[in-house]
């Protein structure tokens, strides 16, 4: 089994980035993390992170022409913007689970709004870095 977790906009400064809301834990540690738990299922992640909407609408795609079977998706701020990014989830046939560190309800109004929730099986939200692992258990444990 394939999955892909996904990354956008500077998730990669994790641990640096304002550790007081997103924690002193890095991308790599969390990367770590999903990989060994992915094992446990005999499953493969790929792992991936940009900060180019352009480039996470390819790797969406991607997904479904080479058999992924699901992806975990922290899509940053394009959650409140991009709207190529909903048209990207709603033109595979691979399921999405919408993923955040913080709380976006509990932050400022311009984050209250996903552009991708409806087109996602879930969102998780403000439960730290455990939200990807909850998420992939999701796709593992079906």
């Given amino acids: 089994m394939k999955l892909l977790v996904l990354n956008g906009p500077n998730l990669n400064r994790l641990g640096k980035r304002e550790p007081e809301i997103y924690g002193s834990e890095t991308l790599e540690d969390v990367k770590e993390r999903c990989i060994n738990l992915a094992s446990q299922?005999?499953?493969?992640?790929?792992?991936?992170?940009?900060n180019h909407e352009g480039e996470l609408v390819d790797w969406i795609h991607e997904a479904e022409d080479t058999n992924v079977k699901a992806i975990v998706f922290n899509p940053g701020a394009y959650t409140h913007t991009s709207i190529a990014l909903r048209d990207a989830i709603a033109a595979v046939n691979v399921p999405v689970i919408e993923v955040h560190i913080s709380n976006i309800h509990k932050r400022e109004s311009f984050r209250h709004e996903s552009k991708l929730a409806a087109e996602c099986v879930g969102q998780i939200c403000g439960l730290g870095t455990f939200g990807y692992e909850l998420a992939l258990r999701k796709f593992l444990e079906q």
Avoid: E, H, R, W
Wanted: hydrophobic residues 40%.
């Fill in 41 to 50: 299922f005999d499953a493969t992640i790929d792992f991936k992170q940009s």
